[in-house]
């Protein structure tokens, strides 16, 4: 049964960190492509960070490029996204998702709310 479970979500300050988790469970971890995603209210569903399923190349948003960094551990079957000088834009519910390289399904996480607020 495939399994991708977010952690690490929170209240922080503008200007605060949050390093979120998640953790992949019941497929080839080597094999998938590995994304967050963010959606704030009203919003659609945004692509923030990209690494490959070897961990050589990653890939950020504008939007996050200098505060944010995506890193996978392959012995540990999870990612992370490191978000550095939070904003009051960023704010969302964070999606990790799985692709499969080859395949190409997509598997979804349940979601971690990041909240940013003095």
């Known amino acids: 049964q495939v399994q991708l479970v977010e952690s690490g979500g929170g209240l922080v300050q503008p200007g605060g960190s949050l390093r979120l988790s998640c953790a992949a469970s019941?497929?080839?971890?080597?094999?998938?492509?590995m994304s967050w995603y963010r959606q704030a209210p009203g919003k659609e569903r945004e692509l923030i960070a990209t690494i490959t399923n070897d961990g050589g190349s990653t890939n950020l948003a504008d939007s996050v490029k200098g505060r944010f960094t995506i890193s996978r551990d392959s012995a540990k079957n999870t990612v992370y996204l490191q978000m550095n000088s939070l904003k009051p834009e960023d704010p969302a519910v964070y999606y990790c998702?799985?692709?499969?390289?080859?395949?190409?399904?997509?598997?979804w996480g349940q979601g971690t709310q990041v909240t940013v607020s003095s």
């Open positions: 019941g497929f080839t971890f080597s094999s998938v492509t």
């Open positions: 998702n799985a692709r499969g390289v080859w395949s190409k399904k997509d598997y």
